[in-house]
């Protein structure tokens, strides 16, 4: 966090070499979290782009209160929203936490460049997902569901479930935790093999 701080005060300063480090660092969460809004994968990344250029302009402003990355968080989230209700779609009621939007940042690794070793890497994490998902306990299963795949927010899927809030967290969190560990041993995998020796 002080490196970011150090970036933000020389890209006051006017070095914009030191923002391109800050997009380097941070692109793949930022998209990641969009892609909670925003299915399209190609929109996803023009709202990215869009959130870093809001960013930049706004750098000055920023008298770091909060950490960077709250900061370009809520600049995303607001990006993302506006972008909806521009294309007269509906934003979601609820935001995305800063800790609940790192849980999709490994998937975002997955689709930096497609190769045909990318394609079949995909396809076999999609499977491994359904397989994750069918396995679940139903109560896990219908709130992942609900929430992943059909956008309800947090109250809409408690009202639906006839259950409280914190308890829908709760299963979606489990929900989560039980298929990342379904798909760690691909994603390991794959780290290891596109890291440089």
């Known amino acids: 966090m002080e490196l970011d701080q150090e970036l933000v005060s020389r890209v006051q300063r006017g070095d914009s070499t030191a923002f391109d480090a800050l997009v380097r660092k941070y692109q793949h969460r930022i998209t990641g979290l969009i892609g909670r809004y925003i299915a399209d994968w190609s929109e996803c990344q023009d709202v990215a782009q869009e959130t870093f250029i809001r960013a930049y302009r706004a750098m000055p402003n920023f008298r770091g209160d909060a950490q960077f990355y709250t900061w370009l968080h809520r600049i995303a989230v607001n990006t993302a929203k506006n972008h909806l209700v521009a294309q007269n779609r509906r934003p979601p009621t609820d935001d995305v936490d800063a800790g609940d939007a ?21 396809q076999e994490i999609e499977r491994t997902l359904m397989r994750a998902v069918e396995a679940l306990p139903e109560e896990l299963r219908t709130a992942i569901t609900l929430r992943e795949m059909d956008g309800l927010s947090y109250e809409e899927i408690a009202s639906r479930m006839a259950c409280p809030i914190g308890t829908v967290r709760s299963r979606i969190f489990r929900a989560r935790e039980a298929i990342d560990a379904e798909l760690k041993p691909l994603l390991d995998n794959d780290t290891r093999e596109h890291t440089p020796t």
């Open 102 to 122: 790192e849980q999709f940042d490994t998937g975002i690794r997955l689709r930096d460049n497609d190769t045909p070793e990318r394609e079949l890497l995909r």
